[in-house]
């Protein structure tokens, strides 16, 4: 984050990498796997599929599989709309 808008935002990149990776995504009481799932999750269902390209790559790194990231995304399309998942699913095809 720091190299994306530190210049502009210190204060914003020090809530991003220290409070929000540095301690919410540090928390026991769920995995760094099942915190990306529902990151993923999440950000399918709120439209924000932008933001993918960081989070895919993280949750790979973080356990989960091709196959789950792609399940998930199929799974949220019924909750959350079909355009959605359809971006979504043009950006993990892109990632992945």
Same mark, same amino acid.
């Given at each position: 984050?720091?190299?994306?808008?530190?210049?502009?935002?210190?204060?914003?990149?020090?809530?991003?990498?220290?409070?929000?990776?540095?301690? @919410?995504? /540090?928390?026991?009481?769920?995995?760094?796997?099942?915190?990306?799932?529902?990151?993923? &999750?999440? *950000?399918?269902? !709120?439209?924000?599929?932008?933001?993918?390209?960081?989070?895919?790559?993280?949750?790979?790194?973080?356990?989960?599989?091709?196959?789950?990231? @792609?399940? /998930?995304?199929?799974?949220?399309?019924?909750?959350?709309?079909?355009?959605?998942?359809? &971006?979504? *699913?043009?950006? !993990?095809?892109?990632?992945?």
């Amino acid at each position: 984050m720091q190299r994306l808008v530190g210049d502009l935002a210190p204060a914003f990149v020090h809530l991003t990498d220290d409070v929000l990776f540095g301690e @919410v995504w /540090a928390r026991p009481d769920l995995s760094p796997r099942d915190r990306s799932l529902v990151t993923i &999750s999440s *950000l399918v269902s !709120a439209g924000n599929t932008e933001q993918l390209r960081a989070h895919i790559p993280m949750g790979l790194d973080n356990g989960l599989t091709r196959e789950e990231i @792609v399940e /998930a995304i199929t799974h949220v399309a019924f909750y959350a709309g079909w355009p959605r998942a359809v &971006s979504a *699913l043009t950006i !993990a095809k892109e990632v992945l």
